[in-house]
């Protein structure tokens, strides 16, 4: 059965960092795009930040900018994604999903496709 499991996630102070963790199973991650996406209550989702399936393509929305990292590690069929100098709108729920980069157009998008996780929840606060 395919799957990802995030980790990762919890309550940090504005300014403070985490580290979340997508591990997949029952699929070779390496073979696609890969992007974590970003819930809040009231909205929908965005693409917080992806990678091409070959690493050659990387969208961050520009927000996080400067301040997150996204990576993959094919031997652990893992997606991560660093988080510095974490600001409260920050928080929601964080989820990985297999994902297509698209750079046809105006400007490069990323969106999800297929497989996702249930998530992890990021609370910025002081």
């Known amino acids: 059965q395919e799957q990802f499991v995030e980790s990762g996630g919890g309550l940090v102070q504005p300014g403070g960092s985490l580290r979340l963790s997508c591990a997949a199973s029952?699929?070779?991650?390496?073979?696609?795009?890969a992007g974590w996406f970003r819930q809040v209550s009231g909205k929908e989702s965005e693409a917080v930040a992806c990678?091409?399936?070959?690493?050659?393509?990387?969208y961050y929305e520009d927000s996080v900018k400067g301040r997150f990292t996204i990576s993959r590690d094919n031997g652990r069929n893992t997606l991560y994604l660093e988080m510095k100098n974490l600001k409260p709108e920050d928080t929601g729920h964080y989820y990985c999903?297999?994902?297509?980069?698209?750079?046809?157009?105006?400007?490069?998008?990323?969106?999800?496709?297929?497989?996702r996780g249930q998530g992890t929840r990021v609370t910025v606060a002081p």
């Open positions: 999903a297999t994902a297509g980069l698209d750079n046809s157009g105006s400007g490069l998008t990323c969106a999800q496709y297929h497989y």
């Open positions: 029952g699929f070779t991650l390496r073979w696609f795009g």
């Open positions: 990678l091409s399936w070959n690493d050659v393509l990387t």
